[in-house]
């Protein structure tokens, strides 16, 4: 069902139009409810993630900075804003032609499609508004009584840790529950079987509010069993005061909700893409709105120079599946981005869509040059820099408990590409300040190890074998 209490009766018709078709051609999808925003006010929520009810931080007024001059500049435009949601929330923007608005609704239909049917989401939690504002509420309260300069301090803190997770972790607990008996509602979420540190946050936050707790979060960060969930770890484990600990739990709850946004970032646009084509193409379009509609679909789709476009990637992989005979709707179902550039790019792939790898150069400035354009190279590449959502992985080697002499070692698991080691020891910096004792991170550097030690706030570099 759709709902756009803000939409004028003529974008309503075309909405419920557009649901009409996407549900005639196999989406499915939670009620969609469409909000009209002027730019700036999209803008706005997209820093704060897309959630109106989220707490404040300079991390998102920083990121609106960024978002209102790319687009005051011409150099970005969003078209909507669609959030993981039951209901589905789209926010549509105000200034876009009626041509726009209806390839847009399309496009919404398929994300929210893709939110609803993706295993990627299965586990997380549909009520996150809510959430995001009882999260508000326990920072704020935490601020009245210590100050906020004090609170968001430890925030900005926190928040800067949250790559440091097991992006597979949520589906990790939903497939071990399923073993064990304990099937998980793909639409609603997982209901039962939290753990207990995981209701004890929850209650804590509840007690803060003082108001009917929202129901068990479907993948709270419960006894950490992953080596790769340094933060939840020091969520739970680290020697921090019972306000710090609510801080860390907040900052890793969040974090697990939007790594699966991270690791399908061009299988869901390519969804997207791949639907509001169809469906404008085929029979949402008014013959007066081919040219606009053409215009502003290459838009979308277009690259730049030495650079790959989610979207145009995305649909392009869409049609070659679908041409080859494979079933989309179930790609979409099972798999992340990597799994579906596994599964789909072959070398016909390759050569259609122009795609080579990038060597730096030898001459002055050693500009990138055109290298292989060998399909399993290309492939083999792509796989790579999409690896663990694009981020470092970075497990715990051994963990002393909190307080000991002992240290807590990360291990950087090296795929060929080097850290950047001084940003790695600012990291360091604030676990250490987290776990209130050394840290120390192994990796590499070239072919050579390396030993990143902090130690009472300060960083040492040295051999290591």
């Not at 068990?216 to 006894?223: F, G, I, L, V």
């Not at 869509?353 to 990138?368: C, D, I």
């Amino acid at each position: 069902m759709v709902r756009g209490p803000t939409l004028s009766p003529r974008l309503l018709e075309a909405a419920e139009l557009a649901e009409t078709v996407a549900t005639a051609a196999g989406l499915t999808f939670f009620d969609v409810v469409f909000e009209m925003l002027d730019a700036v006010d999209v803008n706005a929520l997209a820093a704060y993630g897309g959630f109106p009810t989220r707490y404040p931080s300079w991390r998102f007024g920083m990121e609106y900075e960024c978002l209102a001059r790319g687009h005051e500049w011409g150099l970005s435009k969003i078209y909507e804003l669609v959030i993981n949601h039951d209901p589905t929330i789209a926010y549509l923007v105000r200034s876009n032609s009626f041509m726009e608005q209806k390839l847009v609704m399309a496009h919404v239909y398929g994300h929210a499609d893709f939110f609803r049917n993706s295993a990627w989401f299965a586990p997380t939690d549909r009520r996150m508004i809510q959430r995001f504002e009882q999260h508000a509420r326990c920072i704020k309260e935490h601020s009245a009584r210590l100050g906020q300069d004090r609170v968001e301090e430890f925030l900005d803190a926190a928040l800067s840790l949250d790559t440091l997770i097991d992006p597979y972790g949520a589906q990790r607990r939903m497939r071990a529950r399923q073993s064990s008996g304990g099937m998980p509602d793909v639409a609603g979420g997982h209901r039962s079987g939290q753990g207990a540190l995981a209701r004890a946050s929850r209650d804590r936050l509840n007690a803060l509010q003082g108001e009917e707790p929202l129901p068990d979060p479907p993948e709270q960060q419960q006894a950490v069993g992953s080596p790769f969930d340094v933060l939840g770890y020091l969520a739970e484990f680290a020697e921090v005061e019972a306000w710090q600990r609510d801080i860390l739990r907040i900052a890793a709850y969040e974090a697990e909700y939007f790594a699966p946004q991270r690791m399908t970032k061009i299988i869901n646009e390519g969804w997207a893409s791949f639907w509001h084509s169809r469906l404008l193409t085929g029979g949402l379009l008014d013959a007066s709105e081919v040219i606009e509609f053409a215009d502003c679909h290459a838009g979308a789709t277009a690259s730049a120079p030495g650079q790959l476009n989610p979207y145009k990637l995305g649909i392009d992989l869409f049609r070659h599946a679908e041409e080859q005979g494979l079933d989309i709707f179930r790609l979409r179902a099972v798999h992340n981005d990597v799994s579906f550039i596994d599964a789909v790019v072959d070398e016909a792939f390759v050569r259609r869509s122009k795609l080579f790898a990038m060597e730096p150069g030898s001459g002055p400035g050693r500009k990138p040059v055109i290298g292989s354009r060998d399909a399993d190279e290309i492939k083999g590449r792509l796989l790579s820099s999409l690896a663990w959502g694009g981020l470092p992985r970075i497990r715990m080697e051994s963990a002393p408990a909190a307080g000991s002499s002992g240290a807590l070692v990360l291990r950087h698991e090296h795929d060929g590409r080097d850290l950047k080691l001084d940003e790695a020891g600012v990291l360091l910096r604030t676990v250490g300040r987290m776990w209130k004792g050394p840290v120390e991170l192994l990796t590499q550097e070239g072919e050579e190890g390396r030993r990143l030690l902090c130690d009472k706030g300060e960083l040492s570099l040295r051999e290591a074998s």
